[in-house]
């Protein structure tokens, strides 16, 4: 039975911002970009730069500091953050010699971050991005999602920082980065789930049992089992981790390791220091490799999951010199240091940052005749995303981080807020634009960047035309060409159980019924009705891409994709508000 968990926060909303504004008033040389809390920045005033969802604390911003990492951008809870944040921490900490991004294997980050990346190199930035994927408790292949970013992520941050600090250039930074993540392998095992704030804690990991194999965002793991003493637990992780049938990591009897013992967020460091002594003589013994060094404690969590993973990395001279560099970033294992000045005052944003405040109202005093039209369509879309929040947390509960919903819900309450002032309703391109703006503001996450994807890429589309009236086959035309844009920058087609599982047969029967002549309020409802057939089909399929490709095809069975069923409400409600206004 699923009960509200007990959390030390005011609101559940506020839980990132607030947690930003402790961590620099704790430690001396950390600040945050003016434009907060809008811009989820903290960094030091030296390259190397990394971020991601929230809840994984002290990650990635307790890392920030001399010798470690210059920037980190904190998304919300479990969600990347968007592009116009990392956007702006790469220009607040980019000098001369470049930027190195450092981001975990997972859809959302490699998305927003790569698209700030190309931004920040079109703008003269020297960018590069070393992609870290360290689990290994799922054997290969995984669809096209691949090994997620897992707590060895942490060691390759201080290589890289360390290296930076070294005076190396950008490539040397780089190659060395990428180096170690191929030398690290991480698995992790919980005791309980995470709660995310506001929240309710989910009852899928009942008493006396535990959990092998599972990621940092709440999702179920590769297995489920009875609770087992720590000694055969450790013993079975360091067998997944140095496994000779998957060759994640270049490790054979004579390596020279370091080991990292990490806490998932609710473990206390008596248990951790349990886990710990078990496993270097393991290694030393049984598996006959010499132990370096071995980090015990809390570096990337998941909110507050009992549990803890082991990342074992392949050393050598220069990995090791790199490792005991000095640092102040706060939550590497060391001292801190620096008197805390009085007053802390906010780091200026770079100008090409910031949002114009100062712009009027775009919206027209008078609404054209397809002007009224698309507002209702907007705003049935959003309001019908709003009203199914809960219900997509529901399932994304199941099949993913719980989020789906609170993320979709963020970004329909924006459209509609903004529709009221910014929307020039009577130019549907520029609308859909401006949507698309809205959602990459306040959504993050893979949500956010894909339909920030949607509506660029339909938005050019509609531009090619240059008509003050869209027709039917423009539209149509638009939703193919942010299908194509979607499945190019995320990689997803039709049947991997994704959002495009709906897209595609409503844009397939919205062409079909058009060339027959069906009138057009007719065809767009006719492929609601498709996108909805597509949505509810995806309980049949086996996920190939985002985190539902981790989750067994036994639960996956249970729910639709949470993403499809979304696309599929609004699409409908706009169907329906279209078809309304057209008979009114």
């Keep these: 039975m699923a009960f509200q968990g007990k959390k030390l926060m005011d609101d559940p909303d506020d839980a990132v911002t607030d947690f930003i504004e402790g961590l620099v008033e704790t430690y001396p040389a950390l600040h945050y970009l003016d434009g907060f809390p809008q811009v989820g920045c903290s960094l030091y005033l030296i390259f190397s730069y990394s971020g991601g969802g929230s809840g994984h604390e002290p990650a990635h911003a307790g890392f920030v500091g001399e010798g470690m990492l210059s920037a980190a951008i904190c998304g919300d809870v479990f969600t990347s953050p968007p592009v116009d944040s990392i956007l702006a921490g790469i220009r607040a900490v980019t000098g001369p010699k470049g930027c190195l991004l450092i981001v975990k294997n997972y859809t959302g980050d490699r998305l927003n971050f790569g698209l700030a990346a190309e931004q920040a190199k079109s703008e003269g930035y020297k960018v590069e991005i070393v992609i870290v994927g360290d689990d290994c408790a799922l054997p290969p292949p995984r669809g096209i999602a691949g090994r997620r970013g897992l707590a060895g992520t942490i060691l390759v941050h201080k290589v890289a920082g360390a290296a930076a600090e070294a005076g190396l250039p950008l490539a040397d930074v780089a190659a060395e980065a990428k180096y170690a993540s191929e030398m690290v392998g991480t698995m992790g095992v919980a005791l309980s789930v995470c709660t995310l704030p506001g929240q309710l804690t989910s009852d899928r990991l009942g008493p006396g049992k535990m959990e092998l194999g599972l990621g940092i965002h709440g999702e179920p793991g590769a297995a489920v089992v009875d609770l087992l003493p720590v000694d055969p637990v450790v013993s079975h992780v360091l067998q997944q981790i140095l496994s000779k049938d998957t060759q994640y990591v270049p490790i054979t009897r004579g390596s020279r390791v370091v080991v990292m013992i990490n806490g998932l967020g609710a473990t206390p460091i008596m248990e951790l220091m349990i886990a710990s002594g078990k496993t270097v003589p393991k290694l030393q013994v049984e598996h006959g490799l010499a132990v370096d060094r071995v980090y015990t404690g809390s570096f990337m969590t998941s909110l507050d999951m009992a549990g ?220 609601s009705e498709a996108a909805l057939s597509g949505a509810e089909s995806t309980k049949n399929m086996q996920a190939q891409a985002g985190r539902s490709s981790y989750i067994s095809p036994e639960i996956l069975a249970s729910v639709p994709d949470p993403g499809a069923m979304a696309v599929a409400t609004w699409y409908r409600a706009a169907a329906l508000a279209v078809k309304d206004k057209y008979q009114t």
């Design 308 to 527: 803890f993973s082991i990342s074992i990395m392949k050393a050598d001279e220069v990995i090791l010199r790199r490792l005991d560099a000095p640092t102040k970033a706060p939550y590497w294992p060391v001292s801190v240091e620096g008197d805390r000045p009085p007053t802390k005052l906010p780091v200026p944003i770079p100008t090409s940052c910031s949002r114009k405040n100062d712009e009027g109202s775009n919206r027209p005093q008078e609404l054209s005749v397809q002007g009224r039209i698309l507002e209702a369509a907007i705003e049935a879309a959003a309001n019908a995303i709003i009203n199914i929040k809960d219900c997509l947390n529901e399932w994304d509960g199941k099949v993913g981080d719980g989020d789906c919903g609170s993320t979709l819900f963020r970004g329909a309450a924006a459209i509609v807020e903004d529709m009221r002032n910014y929307y020039p309703l009577n130019d549907a391109a520029e609308t859909i634009n401006e949507i698309g703006s809205s959602v990459e503001r306040v959504m993050g996450g893979t949500s956010g960047i894909i339909y920030s994807i949607f509506c660029k890429a339909a938005y050019a589309k509609l531009k090619e035309n240059n008509l003050p009236f869209v027709e039917s086959r423009q539209w149509a035309d638009a939703l193919e060409a942010s299908i194509t844009a979607i499945s190019k920058y995320g990689g997803a087609k039709a049947g991997y159980r994704t959002l495009l599982d709906a897209l595609i047969p409503a844009a397939s029967i919205l062409e079909e019924r058009l060339a027959a002549g069906d009138e057009p309020t007719t065809a767009f409802f006719l492929s």
